[in-house]
């Protein structure tokens, strides 16, 4: 596709439900990062991928959040046991190359909201 | 590790006047820097990148920044804002080797007044 793609937009979710979230990176782009960001505030890392390979999980909050990119494609958030606090949008980036210079392309994100 | 710093977290402005959002980092290491913005329900559009070279970059809708190395700064400017400029703007910083993960700041929301 022409951009990067989230789905879906946004996401209601009564506590202690679990939740998928989906990714389509750009083709062809070899990292794909996960972002929450908290109302008012900034993306706050969750975790890196390099093709299929999962290099960075130092940003996931608790051991209920697990991601996964089993075919150095698309990508998968998944959330267990959602809390309030989980509730945030969750950003999608991808860039074509590992090296610092690239810049990172942003989809437009999921809305989770834990009621 | 990089942090990004920016000091505003609200710049209201009227139009047609000049504008500065700033950003401060701090790393151990040389870094890339970013200015992204984000649009109400949208994600993040970069806006313009510093990478080596000369130190005033310039972006996409009329907006440029400067690196400082010695103030370890890269603030973002415009001359001359729009109502459609009203927005959340975001610096962030990326390592030059070892980890590839931009880490970005709290945000500065850019408030446009007719």
């Known amino acids: 596709g022409a951009g990067v793609s989230q789905s879906p937009r946004y996401k209601v979710a009564k506590r202690g439900q679990d939740v998928a979230l989906r990714c389509d990176p750009i083709s062809g782009h070899v990292s794909l990062f996960w972002y929450q960001q908290a109302l008012g505030q900034g993306p706050e890392f969750l975790t890196y991928?390099?093709?299929?390979?999962?290099?960075?999980k130092s940003g996931l909050p608790s051991d209920r959040f697990f991601a996964e990119r089993p075919e150095g494609s698309v990508s998968t958030l998944k959330i267990q046991r959602t809390q309030q606090e989980d509730s945030a949008v969750y950003l999608c980036?991808?860039?074509?190359?590992?090296?610092?210079?690239?810049?990172?392309?942003f989809g437009q994100g999921t809305r989770l909201t834990v009621v | 590790a990089q942090s990004v710093t920016q000091l505003d977290s609200q710049v209201p402005v009227f139009e047609e006047a000049p504008v500065e959002l700033r950003c401060n980092y701090s790393s151990s290491v040389s870094v890339y820097l970013f200015w992204y913005v984000q649009y109400p329900n949208q994600g993040l559009q970069l806006l313009l990148k510093?990478?080596?070279?000369?130190?005033l970059v310039k972006g996409i809708n009329g907006f440029e920044a400067e690196f400082n190395k010695s103030q370890t700064s890269f603030h973002l400017r415009k001359p001359s804002v729009h109502i459609s400029d009203t927005a959340e703007y975001f610096c962030a910083v990326k390592a030059r080797g070892g980890s590839y993960i931009p880490t970005f700041g709290r945000g500065t929301s850019l408030i446009v007044h007719p």
């Open positions: 980036a991808s860039s074509l190359a590992p090296q610092g210079n690239t810049e990172a392309f």
């Open positions: 991928f390099q093709n299929e390979a999962q290099l960075d």
């Open positions: 510093y990478l080596s070279g000369s130190t």
